[in-house]
Every structure is written in C-alpha cells, then in structure tokens.
Nanobody
Framework: QVQLVESGGGLVQPGGSLRLSCAAS????????MGWFRQAPGKERKFVAA????????FYVDSVKGRFTISRDNARNTVYLQMNSLKPEDTAVYYC???????????????????WGQGTQVTVSS
C-alpha cells in the first residue's frame, strides 16, 4: 500500500509562487509515474501535470505550461510541483497521485492512477 502526503499549499497573491511536495511511503517510489491533479470548488478534479519514473518525460495541461514545473527526487521518495506566476484560477485543492507503472500512456486520465493523497489547498487571491 502506497501512502502519499502533500504539503506546501497556502495563500499566495496573484503572480506569486508556491512549491508543492508529495512524500510517498510504502512502495517502490522510483517504479511509479506520478501526477498532480486539482479540484476547484464545485468542479471536477482535473489533470495538472505528470512525470515518468526517470524524469525523462513530463506532461502538462495547456493552462499551466510555462508556469508550472513537475519534478521528482527518487532518493527522497518525493515529487514536486513548482508553481510560478500564479493566477486566481489556479485556486484549488491539489492532489498527488501515483500509478503502478514506470511510464504512463494517458497521463491526464485519473483512472491511470492507483493511489491518491488527501490534497493540499492552494488559494491565489489579493
């Protein structure tokens, strides 16, 4: 059983930055592709970014390209989401998710992910 714990959320002004972290335990982290999703109030959970096991491949939703960067440290069993130039529409609960395979064919599909964290709130407001 894999446990995922997100941290790093908070309140930030428009144009600001945050770095989210997701610490994994209970599995072989380096074997899993990882993803970040977000859910705004009253809306469905949506894909944000994903990364394969070796960091050789990463994927982003169009709305965050050039602003967000996903990365991972397999030695620390942690995946990160660096968020720059934040906008009010980025406000959401952000969830970390893990697959059970090293690569991911459909990174935007939540059904590809086996394990989920409990989420961390990101609020972008002045």
């Amino acid at each position: 059983q894999v446990q995922l714990v997100e941290s790093g959320g908070g309140l930030v002004q428009p144009g600001g930055s945050l770095r989210l972290s997701c610490a994994a335990s209970g599995g072989t982290f380096s074997s899993y592709a990882m993803g970040w999703f977000r859910q705004a109030p009253g809306k469905e959970r949506k894909f944000v970014a994903a990364i394969n096991w070796s960091s050789s491949g990463s994927f982003y939703v169009d709305s965050v390209k050039g602003r967000f960067t996903i990365s991972r440290d397999n030695a620390r069993n942690t995946v990160y989401l660096q968020m720059n130039s934040l906008k009010p529409e980025d406000t959401a609960v952000y969830y970390c998710a893990a697959t059970v395979s090293p690569d991911i064919l459909r990174p935007a599909m939540s059904s590809e992910y086996m394990y989920w964290g409990q989420g961390t709130q990101v609020t972008v407001s002045s």
